[in-house]
C-alpha cells in the first residue's frame, strides 16, 4: 500500500458550489484541481441528473453558475484572449456565458464594464450584481495611496476606497443601488427583493454594519449602520427578511449569532442555539466556495460545529431540527423541495458530493477514489482531558507504518481563529508528518467554537487557559501514547496557532522543534498593521497601544522571545494582511540576535490562506519546508 505523499495535491479533485435547478430535477457543482504546470486551480462545471454526473465545462475558470431557466445556465468566463488580457491590466470586464443544457456550445450573452462581478437573477428578468468598485482615482503602478482604515485586507489586497457595491443590471447595462463608501458583504434575493449587509466606510469601526431591503427599486433600511450589530449572513425565510445577529455584549467579536427576522420595528428572535450559524471544521482539503445557509421554502437550513462534529440543522417555525450529525467535515450544502446536496470531507475521502437522506450521507461522486484506494490513511483516534472543569477534545494519529514496540517523534498541530475547531476529515498536511513516521495531535482548547459562547471567549486570556489546556492534552497524549518520544516533540499551528506555538516556545522548552505560521508575536505592532487589527486586537486583548500598553505587551509573544531555546521555523507571506509579515520577521530577529538556531520561509504573493488555497507549489513548500525542519531536530 502507498503512503501519502505530499504532492498528492496535484491529484486531487475538489467538489464545491452545489445548486439545484429550479425544479430540483437536476443540479450542478464544480470541480478544481491544481495544475502543477501553470501553478493554479482549474475549475470546471459539472452536471448531476438522475445519479450520473458529467462535465459540462473545458475552460478551467468556471467556479459557480447561476440557473437563468430549468435547463439555461450561466456563468462567468474569459475565452477569448482579448479579454484575459484586458482583465490582467486590470481592466474592469466581466463577461458572462449561458449554456443550454438541451444541447450547443456556451454562448456569450453579457459583458459588464465591471470588475469581478457576481449575479443573482431577480423573477422580473434583472440580475442583482456584487462588483468591486474602485473611486480612488490612482491608476499609477509606482504607488499607493492610503485614506481609510483597513488600508489592505488579506485576500484583496490594497483597498483604500475600494468597495463591493450592488448594482442592478437591466438589458445588460448595471446600475448602482448603493453608494461610494459603501460596501457590501453579503446579499441574496428572492422573488423581486434583494437584502444586503453592507459597511458604511465613512464612519468605519470594523465591526459597522448596515442592512437593507430593496423592493420595486426603493431601499428600506432594516438595521441602520452602525456598532449595535454584527451580521454576516442575510436572507429570507418564505417571504421574512432574516439575518444572524449578535450585539457582542456578551462575548465581543466571537460572540456566537443568533438568527432574527427583520418584519418589525425591532429584530424578532427566531432561534438561538449557541453554535456558529454557516461554520465548518477546520481544514487544508477543500477548494471553491458554496452555500452554508439555504432557504427552502419555508424552512431555513445551515451547518454548523459542535464539539469535534458537522452537524446539519432545520429551522420550519417550531424549533430545530437536526437534520445529519457527521464526521469528517460537511462544507457546502443546497436544498431544493427537502431534497438535500452536501460536500464534504471524511476521515479518508477529499470533497466529494452526497445527497442527506433519512439523517445519512450518500456518496455521489467518486472522483478521488482510485487515488485514495489503497492508500495509506491515518485514522483519527480521539482523546480528552480535563482542564480547569473543561473536557479538551482531541485527536491523535499514529504513524501509517507504526510498529509496535517502536518510539516515535511527534507534532502538535494547532489550529487557528482561535474560534475556530479541528475534528477528522483528511487533513493533507497532518497525513503527510503520519506517513513520515510522526504521530500528529491535535485539540480544540478553549477560545475556539462548537462548545458556546463562554467555551469560546478569549478575551483578555490569550496564553493562559488557552495554554493550560493544550499543554494538559499533551501531558495526556504521552500519558496515553508512552511510544512517543518525550525528547523528540515538535510543535507547529498557523495564525492563531502561529501565535500559540510562538507562545510556547517562550514559556517551555519540552519542544524540541518549532514551526510557527502566518504567526502574532507583537500585539502592539499587530494593532495598527493587521488588516482587522485596531478592532480585533482591542476587543481580543481588552486594550489599545496607548492606554493598555503593558496589557498588550504582556500577551506579546515576542515579550518572552530572550527565553527561546527551541529551534523554530518562521512560515509567512508578504501578502497576508491579516498577520503582516513583521509579526513573524520580529520574531525571527529576535531569535536570531539570542543565538537559537532559526529560519524564515516567506512566499511571495501569498496571503493568510496559503495553506488552504495558496498557488499550488508554495503549498507543496510549504509543508516540505515544516517537514525538514522537523526531521532534522526530531530525527
Given at each position: 500500500m502507498r503512503k501519502v505523499d505530499v504532492k498528492d495535491i496535484y491529484e486531487f479533485k475538489f467538489v464545491s458550489a452545489p445548486s439545484w435547478s429550479p425544479?430540483?430535477?437536476?443540479a450542478v457543482f464544480t470541480v478544481a484541481q491544481a495544475c502543477e504546470k501553470n501553478n493554479n486551480y482549474q475549475y470546471d462545471l459539472y452536471m448531476l441528473k438522475d445519479g450520473e454526473y458529467c462535465r459540462l465545462t473545458s475552460s478551467h475558470d468556471v467556479r459557480s453558475a447561476l440557473w437563468l431557466d430549468n435547463d439555461t445556465l450561466m456563468f462567468s468566463s474569459l475565452r477569448k484572449a482579448e479579454d484575459k488580457e484586458a482583465v490582467k491590466k486590470g481592466e474592469a470586464l466581466t463577461v458572462f456565458y449561458s449554456l443550454d443544457l438541451n444541447g450547443g456550445e456556451a454562448q456569450e450573452c453579457m459583458r459588464l464594464p465591471l470588475k469581478e462581478a457576481s449575479l443573482q437573477k431577480l423573477d422580473n428578468g434583472t440580475f442583482a450584481c456584487v462588483a468591486k468598485y474602485d473611486f480612488s482615482g490612482e491608476d499609477s503602478p509606482l504607488c499607493e495611496v492610503f485614506e481609510e482604515l483597513p488600508f489592505w485586507f488579506n485576500g484583496e489586497g490594497y483597498r483604500s476606497k475600494i468597495r463591493r457595491r450592488l448594482y442592478l443590471v437591466k438589458d445588460g447595462k448595471a446600475e448602482p443601488m448603493t453608494g461610494?463608501?459603501?460596501?457590501?458583504?453579503?446579499c441574496n434575493v428572492r422573488g423581486n427583493d434583494i437584502i444586503i449587509v453592507s459597511h458604511d466606510f465613512e464612519n468605519y469601526q470594523g465591526t459597522d454594519i448596515g442592512i437593507s431591503l430593496f423592493k420595486d427599486g426603493e431601499r428600506k433600511v432594516l438595521i441602520p449602520d452602525g456598532p449595535a450589530w454584527n451580521s454576516h449572513w442575510a436572507g429570507f425565510w418564505g417571504d421574512i427578511p432574516v439575518a444572524t445577529l449578535s450585539d457582542g455584549k456578551l462575548h465581543g467579536r466571537n460572540q456566537i449569532a443568533a438568527m432574527y427576522a427583520l418584519d418589525g420595528a425591532e429584530p424578532r428572535?427566531?432561534?438561538?442555539?449557541?453554535?456558529?450559524?454557516?461554520?465548518?471544521?477546520?481544514?487544508?482539503?477543500s477548494l471553491g466556495s458554496g452555500k452554508k445557509i439555504v432557504c427552502d421554502g419555508n424552512d431555513l437550513y445551515y451547518v454548523t460545529v459542535v464539539d469535534t462534529y458537522s452537524v446539519m440543522r432545520k429551522f420550519s417555525g417550531e424549533g430545530l431540527e437536526t437534520v445529519l450529525t457527521a464526521t469528517g467535515s460537511v462544507d457546502h450544502i443546497d436544498v431544493k423541495n427537502g431534497k438535500i446536496l452536501a460536500t464534504r470531507v471524511a476521515e479518508d475521502k477529499l470533497p466529494e458530493l452526497y445527497e442527506v437522506k433519512n439523517g445519512s450521507l450518500v456518496q455521489i461522486t467518486r472522483f478521488n477514489e482510485e487515488l485514495f484506494t489503497g492508500r495509506l490513511i491515518a485514522k483519527p483516534e480521539r482523546i480528552s482531558v480535563k482542564s480547569d472543569g473543561w473536557d479538551i477534545n482531541g485527536y491523535v494519529l499514529r504513524p501509517t507504518d507504526?510498529?509496535?514496540?517502536?518510539?516515535?517523534?511527534?507534532?502538535?498541530?494547532?489550529?487557528?481563529?482561535?474560534?475556530?475547531?479541528?475534528g477528522t476529515p483528511y487533513f493533507h498536511e497532518m497525513q503527510v508528518w503520519a506517513a513520515k513516521g510522526y504521530f500528529v495531535f491535535y485539540c480544540n482548547p478553549r477560545g475556539g467554537q462548537g462548545r458556546g459562547g463562554e467555551f469560546g471567549d478569549l478575551r483578555g486570556k490569550y496564553g493562559t487557559i488557552d495554554y493550560d489546556d493544550l499543554m494538559a492534552f499533551c501531558d495526556k497524549v504521552l500519558e496515553e501514547y508512552p511510544m512517543i518520544d518525550k525528547e523528540r516533540l515538535g510543535v507547529t499551528g498557523g495564525s492563531y496557532g502561529g501565535f500559540m506555538t510562538n507562545w510556547i516556545i517562550g514559556h517551555t522548552d519540552r519542544f524540541h522543534a518549532a514551526a510557527a505560521q502566518r504567526s502574532i508575536s507583537n500585539w502592539v505592532s499587530f494593532y495598527l498593521t493587521c488588516d482587522i487589527g485596531p478592532w480585533f486586537g482591542n476587543d481580543q486583548c481588552a486594550g489599545d497601544p496607548w492606554n493598555d500598553t503593558e496589557k498588550l505587551w504582556w500577551h506579546s509573544p515576542l515579550k518572552y522571545a530572550k527565553n527561546v531555546k527551541t529551534p523554530t521555523l518562521f512560515i509567512h507571506s508578504d501578502q497576508d494582511y491579516r498577520c503582516w509579515m513583521a509579526e513573524g520577521l520580529q520574531m525571527f530577529s529576535s531569535l536570531k540576535l539570542n543565538g537559537v538556531d532559526t529560519r524564515m520561509w516567506l512566499a511571495h504573493g501569498e496571503s493568510h490562506e496559503l495553506s488552504r488555497s495558496g498557488k499550488p507549489k508554495n503549498r507543496v513548500r510549504r509543508i516540505e519546508e515544516i517537514t525538514a525542519w522537523m526531521d532534522k531536530y526530531l530525527k
Open positions: 425544479e430540483g430535477d437536476k461610494e463608501h459603501e460596501s457590501v458583504s453579503s428572535l427566531l432561534f438561538d442555539n449557541e453554535e456558529v450559524i454557516g461554520s465548518g471544521i477546520t481544514g487544508d482539503s507504526y510498529e509496535e514496540g517502536k518510539t516515535y517523534p511527534a507534532i502538535m498541530d494547532i489550529h487557528g481563529g482561535p474560534f475556530a475547531a479541528f
